[in-house]
């Protein structure tokens, strides 16, 4: 079957780092998404992943490693604002996009 | 209108009404999709539309339906309503393109709750 692990909640300080892991057992790979979602709200796109290595976007970064069904993403600089879940999500063989449960990333001043 | 409107924003409904879920967007994005977020499962694909006329099944298809006869709406029926249908509701859409893929846009979902 297909599956997608990330950690149901993590708990930063408000100006720390923090890093989102997410392993995925997919039929195929096809790419890697990462999304927001504020509590109440709909998910909002946040990065990209196709090949290995860093992206980089502002205070927001995004690693893959394709070999090892690994992704994270890195928060810096973390502001009140960030509180929110990050979902993670794998465009399978079929371009099927499978979705984690989420993160729920709780800063605290 | 800009990006995907969906309606109602929430609706309660008693067990074993009708109910069809409204989506419309502006972007004229070849694909749109329907999904349903419950508490600790993240978001499932019900229904699919990779272009105006055809539809496709996701992982939870059962008790809903869809049809797409223009590539602006893709609404939502659910034919009898059962407690198990309650969720929260989104509608996304995207930009189709053969050996491509591009990220999803999302309505502002509707929360429904079947009694």
């Known amino acids: 079957g297909q599956n997608i692990d990330q950690p149901t909640e993590m708990t930063a300080t408000e100006g720390a780092i923090v890093q989102i892991n997410c392993t995925y057992q997919?039929?195929?790979?096809?790419?890697l998404f990462w999304y927001q979602q504020h509590a109440g709200e709909a998910p909002t796109f946040l990065s990209y992943n196709v090949l290995d290595g860093l992206e980089e976007k502002g205070r927001f970064s995004s690693f893959l490693s394709r070999s090892k069904g690994y992704s994270y993403l890195l928060l810096k600089e973390l502001q009140m604002k960030d509180s929110a879940s990050y979902l993670c999500?794998?465009?399978?063989?079929?371009?099927?996009?499978?979705w984690g449960a989420g993160t729920k990333l709780i800063i605290k001043p | 209108i800009a990006g995907i409107t969906q309606a109602p924003t929430s609706q309660i409904l008693a067990a074993g009404r009708r109910m069809t879920l409204r989506c419309t967007q502006d972007?004229?994005?070849?694909?749109m999709y329907w999904y349903r977020q419950d508490l600790g499962l993240g978001l499932r694909l019900i229904h699919y539309?990779?272009?105006?006329?055809?539809?496709g099944k996701g992982e939870v298809p059962d008790g809903y339906s869809v049809s797409r006869a223009n590539t602006d709406d893709f609404p939502l029926t659910l034919a009898s309503a059962v407690p198990s249908q309650t969720s929260v509701y989104f509608c996304a859409s995207s930009e189709l393109t053969s050996h491509d893929y591009n990220e999803q846009f999302f309505g502002p979902g509707t929360r429904l709750t079947v009694l």
């Open positions: 999500a794998v465009i399978d063989s079929n371009y099927q996009l499978i």
């Open positions: 997919t039929s195929g790979f096809n790419g």
């Open positions: 972007m004229r994005h070849n694909a």
């Open positions: 539309s990779n272009t105006a006329g055809t539809t």
